[in-house]
């Protein structure tokens, strides 16, 4: 069974920079995606990005391109979300989690709908 554990969400000022974890475990092929999604408080939850184990391809919402990056170790054990350039509309509770299906990163949120979800790591930004 697969389990995945999010952890780094803090507090940081408008302009800075946090680095979210995902340890994953119990994977018995590289034929998965890994994505990172968030929830606002009043608002649905979204994908934030995405990247293929397999492929190693990666997909960004436009809201976050060019200032977050999506990336594994060479162990394959951890994603990792960095997050540069912050700003107050980053705050969210941030989830990680994987589809087997596809070893291509699907977009839209309703597929993901019935995943697993863990608790999640809040990251909130502000002065």
């Known amino acids: 069974q697969v389990q995945l554990v999010e952890s780094g969400g803090g507090l940081v000022q408008p302009g800075g920079s946090l680095r979210l974890s995902c340890v994953a475990s119990g994977f018995t092929s590289d034929f998965h995606t890994i994505g990172w999604f968030r929830q606002a408080p009043g608002k649905d939850r979204e994908v934030v990005a995405c990247?293929?184990?397999?492929?190693?391809?990666?997909y960004y919402v436009d809201s976050v391109k060019g200032r977050f990056a999506i990336f594994k170790d060479n162990n394959k054990t951890t994603v990792y979300l960095q997050m540069n350039s912050l700003n107050p509309e980053d705050t969210a509770v941030y989830y990680c989690t994987t589809d087997l299906t596809f070893d291509r990163c699907i977009v839209p949120m309703r597929y993901w709908a019935s995943h697993s979800w863990g608790q999640g790591t809040q990251v909130s930004v502000s002065a």
């Open positions: 990247i293929s184990d397999s492929r190693g391809t990666t």
